[in-house]
């Protein structure tokens, strides 16, 4: 079955600085590859998403990059904020499932 | 704001209690989602349902009992927990089945046992 593997674990980084996030896959025909952003006391919010037929997708300061050869998709996040501190979970969904594969998640702190 | 909300917030348990969990969502949505989140860990799916139906149970104990009275409501029914079942309950929906499409979640049920 499908296998997500994320890091770093924990990334620290200063105000205004970028963040990198990166996700592996194992299985080939995963299709949809979305992140998500949990803060404290709060359920998982998609924040971007990405489809296997596309390469790069942006959102303001936060975007996606997806490279379907080496099956790894990041998470990049610019101009970063105190705010942005947070959980952020990737995650996979294999071809015709209904479910989402997690990464192990990764703890950004965004110091000011 | 999200707009899966879910009842109770918080919820604490004896072993031989009998409870509910409740989820709501008015976005249309025809696939809702229960998930379970320990401390420090990703999500981990426990049932899917599907126009009102239950299409996967991801082997989950008999102790936890689904349903889906309408296409807006999921509950999830509790009873003789065990304490490793504490944890984070989230409920989702996406538009349709299939893992391609958008899953949005509420901010979850944090359930201890006694």
């Known amino acids: 079955g499908e296998n997500v593997e994320q890091h770093p674990s924990t990334l620290s980084v200063q105000e205004g600085d970028s963040a990198v996030i990166k996700c592996t896959y194992s299985?080939?025909?995963?299709?949809?590859f979305p992140w998500y952003k949990q803060e404290l006391g709060k359920g998982p919010q998609l924040i971007i998403d990405i489809r296997s037929n596309v390469g790069e997708k942006k959102d303001q300061r936060i975007a996606v990059t997806l490279n379907k050869t080496a099956k790894h998709f990041s998470l990049h996040i610019t101009e970063t904020q105190p705010e942005d501190s947070a959980v952020y979970f990737c995650a996979a969904s294999p071809y015709n499932t209904d479910k989402l594969i997690f990464g192990t998640g990764t703890r950004l702190q965004v110091f000011p | 704001d999200t707009e899966v909300t879910q009842t109770p917030k918080h919820l604490v348990m004896g072993m031989t209690n009998k409870k509910s969990l409740k989820c709501e969502q008015h976005m249309g949505h025809r696939a809702m989602y229960w998930y379970k989140q320990k401390a420090k860990k990703p999500p981990e799916l426990m049932f899917v349902?599907?126009?009102?139906?239950?299409?996967i149970n991801e082997s989950v104990p008999s102790r936890f009992s689904p349903e889906c009275p309408n296409s807006s409501l999921l509950n999830l029914h509790l009873h003789a927990l065990q304490p490793e079942d504490s944890a984070l309950y989230l409920c989702?929906?996406?538009?349709?089945?299939?893992?391609?499409?958008?899953?949005?979640f509420g901010d979850g049920t944090r359930l201890s046992i006694l």
């Open positions: 349902y599907s126009y009102e139906k239950l299409s």
């Open positions: 299985d080939s025909a995963s299709n949809y």
């Open positions: 989702a929906s996406s538009q349709d089945r299939g893992g391609y499409q958008p899953q949005h």
